[in-house]
């Protein structure tokens, strides 16, 4: 067993399709303290490294959302795709959480960037976590290899884009669900980003995907669903920002409308499969 | 809009692949109080009425978990086939639960039967809420029609097979996961059935898959899916002897053990589509 195999503690196991779900505990460096994840391993990890997309679940979710909700076990596991899942931001008593114990911000909301200021720069580093330090991890402990896909949903969808968009090279394929397009002009990121990157407006503009696309260097095509009877789609989700971002940095992008959708998992689970073949055409190419 | 539809309030409503998953509170006549059920309508019930699937859950289950967990509705909305999910007992203050407080027993554990005994016999009388009431009430106000089949999961197991076996007709197709095949003969059924029915087991026969079996007018073919790495096997679920039943009986029975499966949604979520079509022969025929 690898070193990186050993700082695993399995606190989880279920069989799944013919393949495995597991939960992991581990003492993660970049966020200076204990994370859980998940992963799924389709039946053709038993005989060699398969490649993975990478899910990055909304605010107040953890592992276990997109796992049990979404769906996403019965194709991943005919197309041979792992599946990735990190908590939603650092945990643990010692991790200062939302002064005001509100739900969007702190525990569970770790917007996937790398916070500067004070509480919380020592912790909120889920960027460095998801695009580095978890990757590493799996690939030297489980049989995934290195070709990676994002996605994800709402805040995580914020997340998948910004991720990739700052990392050319590497992820093979992008998507999102009902993303936070422009986090820095609306009120969740508002709010977020101005206590993990302090007031400076400046600051914000390279974790909001709608500015990163316009000096993007890597073209992903990107697909995107987004329901239209989702309670934050005016006010937080913002898809006509991205769309027009798009068009101006003439970056591809499939923007679905999805009519009568909400922002819960049962929208998920009626997409998901379009996207994990999205994934699959990027990774198994 | 006819009284049996007046009579719902609806309590959640989501898109889901091209039909509705809708929640509803009523006011059930059989249990005296109010309780939350869910149906998901696949697109083909905004044409006409479509058969149903009743799903009876596990103990400490509610409508919900079926519905987010067991990735049904893919194949319910290929399929065209309802399903029905009610909560696991009745509810409420004024509903006494376990004296101890343990989740076997009492609040999500009314194991579909008619209590005789007091302080429970006014409430739980979930076999007339499942058999009768909601069907009732769905088939009166919901685009659902009079083709039933049923299955369920672990004391909805159970629940399944006691409904078909005791109401010859009714249904046109039965399955279960995991079921509780012989509860007079289990410490979850014990506990249950002594406070629902009494001390005097001869009582407890009418409610006892394995006893139904031996009498059943009517041979609805059972499917039957059990995990080999599910805690409860040996202890409280002994589908050996619902083999030796419906062997001794000539029942016909597919009893599949499969291997490193437990008794999660994700085992649940392997196997559904097997059991969509099983129904789908059924109730489509």
Chains 1, 2 share one sequence.
């Not at 994840?37 to 605010?59: D, I, K, M, N």
């Amino acid at each position: 067993m690898s070193e990186a195999a050993r700082s695993l503690e399995e606190v989880g196991v279920n069989r799944c399709f013919g393949g495995w779900h597991r939960r992991y505990r581990h003492r993660s460096a970049s966020l200076s303290c204990d994370m859980v994840f998940a992963v799924y391993l389709p039946p053709q990890a038993e005989r060699r490294p398969v490649p993975a997309l990478y899910w990055l679940s909304g605010l107040t979710c953890s592992d276990e959302n997109f796992m049990q909700k979404a769906g996403a076990l019965r194709l991943a596991a005919e197309l041979g795709i792992a599946l990735v899942v990190p908590d939603t931001s650092p945990r643990g008593v010692e991790v200062p959480g939302d002064p005001d114990g509100a739900w969007d911000f702190g525990h569970g909301a770790g917007f996937y960037l790398n916070a500067t200021r004070e509480p919380w720069a020592r912790h909120y580093r889920m960027h460095d976590y998801v695009v580095h330090e978890l990757p590493q991890l799996v690939e030297a402990s489980l049989p995934i290899d290195a070709c990676r896909a994002i996605s994800g949903h709402s805040m995580g969808g914020h997340g998948a884009l910004v991720c990739a968009l700052r990392n050319p090279g590497r992820y093979r394929s992008l998507s999102a669900f009902a993303p936070i397009c422009h986090p820095l002009a609306c009120p969740w990121g508002e709010k977020a980003f101005t206590h993990y990157l302090g007031a400076d407006r400046a600051a914000w503009m390279e974790w909001d995907a709608c500015e990163l696309i316009a000096m993007a260097s890597e073209r992903l095509p990107l697909l995107v669903d987004q329901g239209t009877a989702d309670d934050f789609l005016a006010t937080q989700l913002r898809p006509e920002a991205l769309r027009q971002a798009c068009a101006v940095a003439r970056h591809p992008l499939t923007l679905r409308l999805q009519t009568g959708y909400d922002h819960s998992y049962y929208f998920i689970a009626s997409f998901i499969d379009d996207h994990l073949r999205h994934h699959a055409a990027a990774l198994l190419a």
